[in-house]
Structures are given as C-alpha cells and as structure tokens.
C-alpha cells in the first residue's frame, strides 16, 4: 500500500517532541511531491526515528532541528539538520559501522548502533544516505529513497 507520508511523518515528529527541551525548535516541511512511495513502514520509522533521536541528542544546547521531506518522480528525499556538535572530519568515514562513535561526544551515552541501523535500512530500500557536519556548527543527514525499489 502507498503511504501517506504527511501523516506517518507528523506523528512521528510528534511523538519525539516529548524528548526536546525548551531550547529546541522543531520543525517540518514537506515539498514537491511525496505520491507514491512504497516501502515498510518499520524500516522507515526506525531511520526517521533514529535520525531525529540523534539531532536531538546531539544539540544538548538547543537549536533549531529542521526535518524536510521533498519528493520528485522517482524518489523521496528527506533530511535532518540540527545545530549540535557537529562531527569532527576524521570521525566521519566509520560512524556507519556498529559500535563506533565520535570522539566528541562527551558524557552524551548511545551505543553507536544507531546510524548502523539506518544505513542497514537505507540499503534494504535500495537508498543512498549521506552525510554533512561541521564541528560546532551542525549535522544535516540526508536519506534518499526509491519510490519503487526495483
Ligand atoms: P545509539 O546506538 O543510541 O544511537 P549513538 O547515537 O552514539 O548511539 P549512532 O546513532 O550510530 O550512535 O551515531 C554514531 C555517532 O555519530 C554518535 O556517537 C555521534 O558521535 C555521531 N552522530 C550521529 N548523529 C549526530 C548528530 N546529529 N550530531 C552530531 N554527532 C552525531
Ligand atoms: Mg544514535
């Protein structure tokens, strides 16, 4: 079944309101068009979930998290931006693998499994995922999809 991505979304954003502080500003948008997309709705939940849980966790002085779905014929694009910590440049190629964080995380817990799970995801769904940060200045992670997995 097609999803209705406006909904699945919003709930999603919804629930994780609880976990962000006063200091925070949550927000979305949606663009272009989003019709059409299939896919499981776990694995979807459990990328934009992971993905916003880090945005959050990882801005522990607040700061705007933007979530932005935009859709084109054959795919759907999302990211999520924050305006945290950042990930210094020679931690960045392993963070995908299980168990590895980056060396600024401070006291901030998490196993390191997170984005492991998302790339797992992302590659079931025949996607591409990157990656921009600065150190300091913020996080946009990107998730591109199929909407149609061939
Ligand atoms: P968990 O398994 O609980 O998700 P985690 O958050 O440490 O633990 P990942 O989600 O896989 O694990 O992230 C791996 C590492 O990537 C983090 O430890 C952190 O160093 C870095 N990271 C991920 N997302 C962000 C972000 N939005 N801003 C800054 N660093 C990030
Ligand atoms: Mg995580």
């Not at 979807?44 to 084109?72: C, F, W």
């Not at 799970?117 to 990107?142: P, Y």
Request: aromatic letters at 8%; proline letters at 3%.
């Amino acid at each position: 079944v097609p999803f209705e991505l406006l909904r699945f979304f919003s709930d999603i954003i919804e629930e994780q309101r609880q976990f962000i502080s006063d200091d925070h500003e949550l927000t979305f948008k949606i663009t272009g068009n989003t019709k059409g997309f299939w896919g499981d709705r776990k694995l979807l939940r459990q990328i934009t979930i992971n993905l916003l849980s880090n945005a959050i966790k990882y801005s522990p002085d607040g700061g705007h998290i933007e979530v932005h779905l935009m859709g084109n014929d054959s795919h759907i694009i999302f990211d999520v931006k924050d305006e945290g910590i950042g990930i210094p440049v020679e931690d960045r190629e392993c963070l995908f693998q299980s168990f590895s964080r980056g060396s600024n995380v401070g006291i901030i817990p998490g196993l390191g499994l997170g984005l492991a799970i998302v790339k797992a995801c992302v590659e079931l769904h025949s996607g591409e995922i990157t990656l921009e940060s600065q150190a300091d200045i913020g996080t946009k992670v990107t998730v591109s999809l199929p909407k149609r997995s061939v």
